[in-house]
């Protein structure tokens, strides 16, 4: 995959003089729809090549400027944290075959950012799970970035959504354009054109309403929440004041949608780059050839391998 592209100073701080300096994903969901390979092992460390899903996320913050990353973790899933650990043994016996390539891969993850873990007790929802956050992060803006999709690195998101948030002093989200039969898998959103004074930051919108997994028919348009957010401390107090929801769930999306109709000001940036969501098998899948296909290292044999192989399946079905 290729490496971040420089991205333009972004400086100013919140109307609170706050700037999200941490992050927090939230990984202790029960991933239902990759039975059963994460019935032992989490989803956020199934391999897109080489590396744990994890780890790009990760890879995502840190290219953000983010150094201290929360991560919520759930029964069964405490082996993520080893994979940002040292391994001493591992490292010393890669460097008595002077094999630096894999010593470095082997020790890049525990060089990204400072790695603080805390359990969601029970899996009652994403906005149950970002609450567990407040001890870490107080009353400071803060990144979410959710544990099974991440973006390409040439292509980042993430800074752009910390200066908008500084700007606003709101909450800040992502938007990804969806064709009309998918807007029941997502958060939908009715939005406005945003502030003038916004819109150097890329294409920003003001989020008017937000409605959780609409039929196509009754979708306010066709702009889908993305698993990035920055938000205000000020959501805690909100996740407090936000009963059970969809699913019988205490929802993020509902303690937005409060905040919202109280007046704290929701932006957007509608996404047009690269995003993989690994939380189901097709997803997965796609993202795996895709990053195969960019490596510098693999790409090459894989592409060549993987247009044979459609060609031949073609040829097999007749078409
Ligand atoms: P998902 O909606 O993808 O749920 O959660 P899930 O349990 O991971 O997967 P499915 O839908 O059953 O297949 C979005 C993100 O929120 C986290 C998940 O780990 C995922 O990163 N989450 C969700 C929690 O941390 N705790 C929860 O109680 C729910």
Redesign the pocket.
């Known amino acids: 995959m290729s490496e971040a592209s420089a991205t333009p100073p972004m400086t100013s701080t919140s109307p609170s003089g706050q700037r999200a300096v941490k992050a927090v ?10 039975l059963p390979a994460t019935k032992a092992v989490p ?2 460390l199934l391999p897109v090549v080489d590396r744990p899903v994890l780890q790009y996320i990760v890879e995502e913050a840190a290219a953000a400027g983010i150094g201290d990353v929360l991560l ?1 973790t ?1 029964r069964g899933k405490t082996s993520m944290v080893d994979h940002f650990d040292r391994q001493p043994y591992l490292e010393s016996r890669l460097e008595e075959k002077g094999d630096a390539e894999r010593l470095a891969a082997v020790r890049r993850p525990s060089e990204l950012a400072e790695i603080y873990t805390c359990r ?1 007790a029970e ?4 906005g ?2 970002v609450s567990y956050a407040e001890s870490h992060v107080g009353d400071a803006p803060f990144a979410v970035l ?3 999709e991440f973006v390409d690195l040439s292509e980042p998101l993430l800074p752009a959504m910390i200066e908008l948030q500084a700007r606003t002093g709101g909450i800040v989200l992502a938007f990804l354009e969806v064709a009309p039969e998918e807007t029941k898998r997502y958060g939908i959103a009715s939005v406005a054109p945003a502030e003038d004074a916004l819109t150097d930051l890329g294409e920003v919108v003001k989020v008017t309403g937000l409605v959780e997994k609409p039929a196509p028919e009754e979708a306010p348009s066709n702009l889908a929440v993305l ?1 990035r957010y920055v938000l205000p401390g000020r959501i805690f107090e909100a996740i407090k004041r936000t009963g059970p929801g969809s699913g019988g ?1 205490i929802q993020l999306t509902d303690a937005m949608a409060l905040m919202l109709a109280e007046g704290t000001p929701v932006h957007a940036i509608v996404y047009r780059g690269t995003r993989y969501d690994t ?2 098998p097709l997803g997965y899948l796609q993202a795996v050839v895709q990053i195969a296909a960019k490596r510098d290292d693999l790409g090459p044999e894989f592409r060549r391998w993987l247009a044979e192989f459609v060609a031949a399946d073609a040829g097999a079905q007749g078409t």
């Open positions: 994903i939230p990984a202790a969901g029960l991933a239902t729809r990759f989803k956020e919520i759930g969601q899996p009652l929802g994403l149950h799970a959710l544990g099974d698993g769930e939380g189901m």
